[in-house]
C-alpha cells in the first residue's frame, strides 16, 4: 500500500500529463522562476511545465493546507478564451451546455463543451459573463486550442474568438483562510459562489473570481501574465503566509469532492449524462452541441454511470483498474487516489447501470491482481464545512 497519494519520483494519474518526447515543447507559467525557488518538483501537464509538488512536505502537507488553513496554486496553464461581439452570449449559449440564461453579467457557470455528432464531452468549461457581447472562457490546458478551434467553426462574422492562453495567469487561493488572506491585501471577498468582480492591487488590475477546485472557500485570480509575479509575492509576503501547493495535492483535493477531471472521468467517450453532470446541461435550451443524442440518452437511461468507491482494505484504486460484482466485471475505474483527509483509498469509476447496484454495495477492484473489497458510494467523499 502507498502511505502517500504520489510514489516518490511519480506522476499521478493525471491524463493531461504530456510525453517527455514533447518536453523541448512543454510552455512555462510566468511563475516558474518562484517555483524553481522553492523547490518545485515539476511535470509536463497538459502542454505546459508545472509543479507538481513543493519541497518541505509535498502532497500530504499541500493538502492539509487548503483543507484547514490557506494553499496558493499556479494553474496558468488552463485556457484563456474571449468571445466578443454582437451577441457573443447569445452565441456562447447555442454551443455549449449550460444555459448562459440562468445567470446575469458578475456571474460564471460551469458548463460542457459536447461533440455534436456523440455527445462526449470536448472539455468542461467555466465561463464568465461580462455582457451580452462579452464572455471569458477558462478551458483545461490540453483542450483549450480544440475549443478555440470549434467556436471559430461556429462563430458568426461578427462574433470574434481571441485565444488569450498565454496572455493571463491565473492562481487559486483555496482554503478556510483565503478571504482573510485576501482582504488583508484589500482585494474583494465578500461576492457570492461563481461570481467575480474586477479589482486592483497596488498598481495591477486582475479579476477575483469566487471559484475553485477543492471544494473549500476559494477565490481565483485572473491576473496579465506580466503582473503574475507581483500578485504572487504580495500573497506570499502575508503573515502567516500561505502554502503553495503544486497538482497533486490539486488532484487529491478534487478526488475527495468527486470532482471529474476531463480525460478520466470525462471524455470524448464519456457524456454528461455517463458523468452524472446533467445538472449542467440546460435541457430546455433549443440548441446546444450535442443536444439531440444527449436528451435521447437521458431518456433512455445510460448504459453506465459515475459512481464512488471507497476501499474497504489496504490498496488504492487506480485509474483502468477492473470493477466487479462477483465474478462479473461492471464498471472501471477512471479516477483513484489515497485520500489524506480520510486516510483510504477512493476512487470514481464508471459503474454498469444494468445490476442496478445500490449504494453501499460491496464490490472489488482488480488492485495488483489481488481482488480488493470496496464500498460503492456516491461523491463528495467528505463534506467541508465551507463551500
Not at 518538483?41 to 488553513?69: C, I, N, Q, S
Not at 462574433?159 to 482582504?183: C, F, K, M, N, W
Not at 433512455?300 to 466485471?329: H, K, N, Q, S
Request: hydrophobic residues 40%; proline residues 8%; negative net charge.
Amino acid at each position: 500500500m502507498l502511505t502517500s497519494p504520489v510514489r516518490p519520483g511519480k506522476l499521478p494519474p493525471m491524463t493531461e500529463v504530456t510525453t517527455d518526447a514533447a518536453a523541448t515543447r512543454l510552455r512555462r507559467s510566468p511563475l516558474a522562476g518562484r517555483h524553481t525557488a522553492l523547490g518545485a518538483k515539476f511535470a509536463p501537464f497538459g502542454g505546459w511545465e508545472m509543479p507538481l509538488e513543493y519541497a518541505g512536505g509535498g502532497v500530504l502537507r499541500e493538502h492539509t493546507a487548503v483543507r484547514t488553513d490557506v494553499g496558493v496554486f499556479d494553474v496558468s496553464h488552463l485556457g484563456k478564451v474571449r468571445v466578443t461581439g454582437p451577441g457573443a452570449a447569445e452565441f456562447v449559449n447555442t454551443c455549449l451546455s449550460n444555459d448562459l440564461g440562468r445567470i446575469g453579467p458578475g456571474r460564471a457557470q460551469y458548463t460542457l463543451c459536447c461533440d455534436e455528432a456523440t455527445g462526449g464531452v470536448v472539455d468542461d468549461i467555466i465561463a464568465y459573463l461580462h455582457a451580452d457581447d462579452h464572455v471569458f472562457l477558462i478551458p483545461n490546458a490540453a483542450n483549450s486550442a480544440e475549443v478555440v478551434r470549434r467556436l471559430r467553426a461556429a462563430a458568426p462574422s461578427q462574433v470574434t474568438i481571441s485565444d488569450e492562453h498565454e496572455g493571463y495567469a491565473v492562481l487559486a487561493v483555496q482554503g478556510p483562510r483565503s478571504a482573510e488572506l485576501l482582504s488583508d491585501l484589500g482585494l474583494p471577498t465578500e461576492h457570492g459562489y461563481m461570481s467575480f468582480t474586477r479589482a486592483t492591487l497596488g498598481p495591477v488590475e486582475l479579476t477575483v473570481c469566487r471559484t475553485g477546485y477543492t471544494g473549500e472557500l476559494g477565490y481565483e485570480l485572473v491576473v496579465p501574465a506580466g503582473d503574475a509575479v507581483a500578485v504572487w509575492d504580495a500573497l506570499f509576503a502575508a503573515e502567516p503566509a500561505p502554502q503553495a501547493c503544486g497538482l497533486a495535492a490539486r488532484d487529491t483535493l478534487r478526488t475527495e469532492m468527486g470532482y471529474p477531471l476531463h480525460g478520466q472521468d470525462l471524455s470524448l467517450e464519456i457524456t454528461p449524462v455517463q458523468a452524472r453532470s446533467g445538472w449542467a446541461v440546460g435541457w430546455d435550451k433549443p440548441a446546444f452541441w450535442g443536444r439531440d443524442v444527449l436528451v435521447a440518452e437521458k431518456a433512455a437511461g445510460p448504459a453506465r454511470t459515475l459512481r464512488g468507491l471507497v476501499a474497504v482494505e489496504r490498496g488504492i484504486p487506480r485509474p483502468g483498474m477492473a470493477v466487479y460484482a462477483g465474478d462479473t466485471r461492471v464498471g472501471t475505474v477512471t479516477s483513484g487516489t489515497f485520500s489524506p483527509t480520510l486516510k483510504q483509498g477512493i476512487a470514481l469509476a464508471l459503474i454498469d447501470t444494468a445490476p442496478a447496484l445500490p449504494d453501499g454495495a460491496e464490490l472489488h477492484v482488480d488492485i495488483r491482481n489481488r481482488r480488493t473489497p470496496v464500498h460503492l458510494t456516491r461523491p463528495p467523499f467528505i463534506h467541508p464545512s465551507v463551500k
